[in-house]
């Protein structure tokens, strides 16, 4: 399961139909935890079916071990007002200010094109749980936003980015140039023949509160991954016309080369570090559905590893150093989050069967006081690079 003399993980093996989980968040919620005996608890998604019924919630016996027996699921009902049944493929989880937020894909199927109903972003307040979680309806909200989070991140990759991993005619001819599903004119109206279809992963929230978005697709030209900082998330529940606004772009410049590119699967932060799983593009066991792989075979390749990095004070992006925490021998780790003792748990999908791991170490957190030239820091000055567009802001995003 791990590489180069790695902790020791121990696995549960779960029943979590479909059997497709993606991210996992630890549950805040003390009086769902005293009601069902847990001593701890973790919020996941599932990426097959509409948002509204692809919801978990994964809790730990108090007091037991990791074998499967001390694992409860839960799966919530949500009360939805508006856009029910129209979503897809959640892929992250992320909490600010009270509130879970479900993040989708914004991609498309693996042949394509971009699908308007993977383009969402949801939330609910985790405190309208009580203790008797299966009935409880709270409402959960979803911002669908007709591509307005794609031409935001498509107009800060051009202005703030690197050069990318090339989308060649094959890639941009299934993605972006064939008409995208569930989308109005005005929608596909917003994307543009020479973008490049993003495909996020991971999310989490800084301190300040702008959302981290990680992209698995695209990367840099060298197969770095990145994270692209977006502000304005919680306005598209106020008017869903607004655009949010994509601000910085990071580079994960140690991690993935050009023969095995890797890309963000999952985020966590925990204070002033933001984890990463980063790997490959797409599963290379979909070689012979998947657009992407017969332009890029390379892509499929990478193995999934987990990364630290320093969070930024403000900063204007850029290159940052990764440290290596974890290697695996999957390819298809789907989340991770920080539990007791700076443990790490881990939520895969593999055989048909959801896991979690739990990494028997702790993760340390690193000395708050670095010298301002330090590698790891995000954004560092010493570190922004020769482009001459180091160093602003991208554009507002287009409503």
Known sequence: MTKGG???VETADLDLHPNEASDLLPLENDRVLSARGWDQGFWTVLDE??????VALIGHTHGKGNAKAAWEIVRPRFEVRRHGGKTEDTEACARHDGWVYLV????????GPLEGKRAFIARFREADFDGDIEAATPELEIALNKFRL??????????LGPDLLGAPSGVRETFVERKPKQAGKRAAARIEKTDVPINVEGAAFDDRGALLLGLRYPVTAEGHPLVVELAGIERMFEDRRTAPVARRVWMLENVGTPEEPAGIRALHRRGRELHAIAGSLDSASAKKTSALLDVHPEAG???????RVKLPRPKDGGPVD??????????????????PGGRFYYVTDEDDRVHIRLMHHEVKRRAQKRPASAAGMVGDGDRSGSRSNRGRRAPDGRS
Not at 49 to 54: I, P, S
Not at 150 to 159: C, E, K, T, W, Y
Not at 331 to 339: D, F, M, Y
Request: glycine content about 12%; proline content about 2%; some cysteine.
């Open 150 to 159: 794609h031409r935001a991140v498509n107009d800060a990759l051009r202005a």
């Open 6 to 8: 790695s902790p020791q």
């Open 49 to 54: 079916g509409a948002v509204e019924d692809c």
């Open 104 to 111: 989708g894909s914004h991609y498309g199927s693996k042949s």
């Open 301 to 307: 390749s990478a193995s999934c590893a987990h990364y």
């Open 322 to 339: 990764a440290e290596l925490i974890q290697s695996f021998d999957l390819g298809n780790v789907e989340g991770l989050a920080a539990g």
